[in-house]
């Protein structure tokens, strides 16, 4: 028993291994450039893999990628981020390994309004509309429901992150 208990445990963790580090099977598309690649005139699927290191917070641009094409009945995993519109501008929330697939979870877009930043709060009501300043107790990307404390109050209040910057609340 001992024994078929190690090659079970030898084999679930080759396993974990494997799926924990998937590695791009692909090979480089050659003379592809960043036009190119932004573009997407590549031969066959490609997919656009790091080619150094992306560290956490680092935004991710086009030179910090390679573009590669997947072996033949090889298909892209789900979940993966591997086209030039969902990594561009984009901020790597973990480190990112040269030739492997980058999960779709470990990049996230970039903070719009950064954590102790001034900002204007709106709420807005049919014609009646209130301002205030606050200062933002949390980063946030567009879209984001963050926390900010109100300056002439010191309040603390919940709103949504603005394109332009801005913070909206609710009536709570």
């Not at 005139?41 to 991710?60: D, F, H």
């Not at 990594?87 to 470990?106: C, E, F, H, S």
């Not at 109050?153 to 609710?170: E, F």
Request: hydrophobic share 45%.
């Amino acid at each position: 028993m001992p024994a078929s208990c190690s090659t079970f445990r030898r084999a679930l963790l080759a396993l974990a291994l494997v799926a924990c580090g998937m590695p791009a099977l692909a090979q480089e598309t050659a003379g592809q450039s960043a036009n190119q690649i932004a573009a997407g005139q590549a031969v066959g699927e490609a997919v656009l893999i790091p080619n150094r290191v992306i560290y956490p917070g680092e935004t991710i641009e086009l030179a910090a990628l390679k573009q590669v094409t997947l072996v033949s009945g090889k298909h892209k995993p789900d979940g993966m981020a591997t086209r030039s519109d969902e990594l561009q501008g984009k901020v790597a929330k973990r480190t990112l390994v040269p030739g492997r697939y980058i999960p779709a979870a470990a990049i996230r877009d970039a903070w719009l309004v950064e954590q102790g930043a001034s900002v204007q709060v709106y709420f807005t009501a049919g014609a009646l509309t209130i301002s205030a300043a606050g200062v933002t107790l949390q980063p946030g990307a567009a879209g984001d429901q963050i926390k900010i404390r109100n300056v002439d109050s010191g309040k603390i209040i919940s709103g949504t992150v603005m394109a332009d910057g801005t913070i909206r609340v609710g009536a709570s």
